[in-house]
């Protein structure tokens, strides 16, 4: 644990940043470029925690994985050469990366054990071993496989057509991963759409994926090509110093590289909602996923309702959105939103509570929250419940509070941001 003592005294901002490559797709470019035939090239890779326990699960099993800065280069013997892992697979606190190796390993050519922290002993993994194993999928683990550890016995694979039953990527890509490597055409229903980035690099990869109103088709023994991958900006990194730029007084920065693709572009819907002086350039870039860079400056925000298919595409930014809803006139309500509850840690509690213990007016209800603005927030000791996102939303609410925020474990925000603090110096 690293506590962190945060005394700003209201700076206002001002700056250039360049924001660090997603989590989603610095993910994906390995866990392909591992299944691929050929030499897979990344740049603009994350080196996130997270991420780095994906390199370091492909590298047990046998996958040629170098970095040299944010430049990541894979030489895959291809799937049915992997080593059968003579250790753990460590998954840390990713739940990405335990869900979708879910999905590639269950039609691997190897056995493999799978744990990660305790945070991810507490998530659930049945979502994602239900269709598995209807697809033929061997997996076990505890309370019957809703908990790691996991054992995986790859095996040989049957297509099925899934109905999801909550928005979630990771279920989805882990459901077209194992369909990769399935007897058949796999189809994935989604009634509200997730994150897109699975479908985009399988055809980055050279695999053909239709995709028609929300449903998703794959034809099984489709053979992944390497390639190159140019890894957008996190938006979900970027979310907090849109915030910051919008709440601080006096301040306009400018956010290089965001990743915008539409799939996950519901934070900047809500700031124009909200009423933020913000711009929106897109590059003029052919890379698989689009980017943008981003201006904003200080905002009188107005409240807004967010609900419904909005929730998915910004589903990670609700604890910076609350935060930003302390400083909007009105009442602000977040609904349709329980997914929070099986996050990293549970998203709706620890918003509610940090962000009340720093005076905001904020309510828990069954499915979000309520939160009146706008309130001035003072310093108070907070707890990250080692959520890097929370750990964030408590640092950029620092940047606005009558006195200083000490975050009980600052650590943990490099799981998917390492150069947060540093960002917040240049920009102060
Ligand atoms: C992710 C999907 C989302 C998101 C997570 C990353 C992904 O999770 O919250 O941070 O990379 O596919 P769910 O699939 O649980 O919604």
Known sequence: MSEKVLQYNKPSLQGILTIPGDKSVSHRSVMFGAIATGATTVEGFLLGEDCLSTIDCFQKLGVHIEVEGTNVTIQSPGIENWQEPTEVLYTGNSGTTTRLMLGILAGSPVHSVMTGDASIGKRPMRRVIDPLRQMGA???????????????????????????????????????????????????????????????????????????????????????????????????????????????????????????????????????????????????????????????????????????????RLIDEIPIIALLATQAHGRTIIKDAEELKVKETDRITAVVNELTKLGANIEATADGMVIEGPTPLHGASLQTYGDHRIGMMGAIAALITDGAVTLDDAGCIAVSYPSFFEHIEAVK
């Open 138 to 312: 061997q997996i076990t683990g505890r309370a019957k496989g809703q908990y790691t550890p996991l054992a995986i016995q790859g095996t040989k694979l049957q297509a099925i057509d899934y109905q999801m039953p909550v928005a979630s990527a990771q279920v989805k890509s882990a459901i077209l991963l194992a369909g990769l490597r399935a007897e058949g055409t796999t189809i994935v229903r989604e009634t509200e759409v997730s994150r897109d980035h699975t479908e985009r690099m399988l055809r980055q990869f050279g695999a053909q994926v239709e995709v028609n109103n929300g449903v998703v088709s794959l034809e099984g023994g489709q053979i992944l090509q390497g390639t190159h991958v140019a890894v957008p900006g996190d938006i979900s990194s970027a979310a907090f110093f849109l915030v910051a730029g919008a709440i601080c007084e006096n301040s306009k920065i400018t956010l290089e590289n965001v990743g915008i693709n539409p799939t996950r572009d519901g934070i900047v819907e809500v700031l124009q909602k909200m009423g933020a002086a913000m711009t929106v350039t897109p590059n003029s870039d052919t890379q698989a996923e689009p980017t943008a860079t981003i201006q904003i400056e200080t905002s009188t925000l107005t409240a807004t309702t967010i609900e419904g298919d909005m929730i998915p």
